[in-house]
């Protein structure tokens, strides 16, 4: 069974910084691209980022560009989204999840950030 489990999120100021991990089981993970997601409240969830199995960023968008890093470590079978310069619309629900999962494959409960004052 495949699983995600991510860190606790939190509340931050703005301005400030927080990372993500996102450990992973149930399939090989140094095969796969991981792909991260955000939700805001009230929408959508949206693509924000995406790394190779090797570890290089494919990926950013344009509202996380130059803020937000990737990593993963493949003995761990651990990818990390490091976050700075948050604002408050980079609230929101996060998720990690293998590229090219079945549409049936559980998000888990994804890791909720809040940017607030």
């Known amino acids: 069974q495949v699983r995600y489990v991510q860190s606790r999120g939190g509340l931050v100021q703005p301005g400030g910084s927080l990372n993500i991990s996102c450990a992973c089981s149930g399939f090989t993970f140094y095969n796969h691209l991981v792909n991260w997601y955000r939700q805001p409240p009230g929408k959508g969830r949206e693509s924000i980022a995406r790394i190779s199995a090797a570890g290089n960023t494919l990926w950013l968008s344009d509202s996380v560009k130059g803020r937000f890093t990737l990593s993963r470590d493949n003995a761990e079978n651990t990818a990390y989204l490091q976050m700075t310069s948050l604002n408050g619309e980079d609230t929101g629900i996060y998720y990690c999840?293998?590229?090219?999962?079945?549409?049936?494959?559980?998000w888990g409960r994804g890791t909720q950030v809040t940017v607030s004052s």
């Open positions: 999840r293998r590229l090219g999962a079945p549409e049936a494959e559980d």
